[in-house]
């Protein structure tokens, strides 16, 4: 039985990951001067809304802010600007349940193909009802592999409890840069909402390297909710600050949040979403 649709518009964002989608999940570092393959293949919504039929077999990563929920594994996504305002069904075959909260946004990784109830019911062990899914058939579906809340700077600060030893995915732009691996994810839309710490750990496996950490530019982070504690941190991550910053950053964050990230890229998110 298929859940009503909310009335209201939907926006999508499309942005960075369009990998084969037999590709490893965990992008390899590259080298200090070089461009990682999801760096060179960030786009924007409207550059993968004129190339579609290109993306079937490959793996994209998208970011919604609301969701129409159908089943309990499967939703969709719509905006009028991209995909001709057709809607996009998302099918979760990531193995785990997911909340899908209202007012937050979602980032959600996966294979785009064609949409045919009979064989997705066959591959995925699914049992849609095609009726439910006419408006979909043919068209561009994106089978997900992984999904994570993906809320602005001041909704973590403000509400932390949510998101707490969660894997997120953070759109923001960067200022207070602390020495190496250390910054802050600008805070402007929320009112009394203070900025979000972030962490880099000095790992080769974080993708990319520190050069995507720079005052103004506009990131997507992903990685794990944390609580400021000096002791648990240096023990989990290796962090090794000089007393100078540790001092300043117990001082300022003590028991606050902090995103201990994993993966940091360049956003493709179009201005209409930033704002």
Same mark, same amino acid.
């Given at each position: 039985?298929?859940?009503?649709?909310?009335?209201?518009?939907?926006?999508?964002?499309?942005?960075?990951?369009?990998?084969?989608?037999?590709?490893? =999940?965990?992008?390899?570092?590259?080298?200090?001067?070089?461009?990682?393959?999801?760096?060179?293949?960030?786009?924007?919504?409207?550059?993968?809304?004129?190339?579609?039929?290109?993306?079937?077999?490959?793996?994209?990563?998208?970011?919604?802010?609301?969701?129409?929920?159908?089943?309990?594994?499967?939703?969709?996504?719509?905006?009028?600007?991209?995909?001709?305002?057709?809607?996009?069904?998302?099918?979760?075959?990531?193995?785990?349940?997911?909340?899908?909260?209202?007012?937050?946004?979602?980032?959600?990784?996966?294979?785009?193909?064609?949409?045919?109830?009979?064989?997705?019911?066959?591959?995925?062990?699914?049992?849609?009802?095609?009726?439910?899914?006419?408006?979909?058939?043919?068209?561009?579906?994106?089978?997900?592999?992984?999904?994570?809340?993906?809320?602005?700077?001041?909704?973590?600060?403000?509400?932390?409890?949510?998101?707490?030893?969660?894997?997120?995915? $953070?759109?923001?732009?960067?200022? =207070?840069?602390?020495?190496?691996? $250390?910054?802050?994810?600008?805070?402007?839309?929320?009112?009394?909402?203070?900025?979000?710490?972030?962490?880099?750990?000095?790992?080769?496996?974080?993708?990319?390297?520190?050069?995507?950490?720079?005052?103004?530019?506009?990131? $997507?982070?992903?990685?794990?909710?944390?609580?400021?504690?000096?002791?648990?941190?240096?023990?989990?991550?290796?962090?090794?600050?000089?007393?100078? $910053?540790?001092?300043?950053?117990?001082?300022?964050?003590?028991?606050?949040?902090?995103?201990?990230?994993?993966?940091?890229?360049?956003?493709?998110?179009?201005?209409?979403?930033?704002?």
């Amino acid at each position: 039985m298929a859940y009503g649709f909310r009335s209201k518009a939907l926006a999508l964002a499309l942005s960075a990951l369009i990998l084969p989608a037999c590709a490893e =999940n965990q992008p390899e570092a590259s080298a200090p001067g070089e461009t990682t393959q999801q760096e060179a293949e960030n786009v924007t919504a409207e550059e993968v809304a004129d190339k579609t039929s290109k993306l079937v077999g490959k793996s994209v990563t998208i970011r919604s802010n609301a969701i129409n929920k159908i089943s309990p594994t499967t939703f969709a996504v719509t905006d009028d600007d991209f995909f001709g305002g057709d809607t996009i069904l998302v099918v979760n075959a990531s193995g785990e349940a997911q909340e899908l909260p209202e007012g937050t946004e979602l980032q959600i990784t996966g294979e785009v193909k064609k949409f045919a109830s009979a064989d997705f019911n066959n591959e995925y062990k699914l049992k849609l009802n095609s009726k439910d899914y006419e408006k979909f058939e043919g068209k561009a579906a994106i089978v997900a592999q992984s999904i994570a809340l993906a809320p602005k700077p001041g909704q973590i600060t403000t509400s932390p409890d949510e998101y707490y030893n969660k894997v997120i995915a $953070v759109p923001g732009e960067i200022e =207070n840069v602390t020495g190496d691996g $250390v910054f802050t994810l600008d805070e402007e839309k929320l009112i009394g909402a203070e900025d979000l710490l972030v962490l880099v750990p000095n790992n080769k496996d974080v993708v990319p390297y520190k050069k995507n950490v720079k005052k103004g530019e506009t990131v $997507v982070a992903t990685g794990t909710l944390r609580k400021f504690v000096v002791a648990d941190l240096e023990k989990e991550y290796g962090f090794t600050w000089d007393d100078g $910053v540790k001092t300043k950053l117990e001082a300022e964050y003590k028991e606050k949040p902090v995103l201990v990230v994993n993966t940091i890229y360049p956003s493709a998110l179009p201005d209409s979403l930033e704002k």
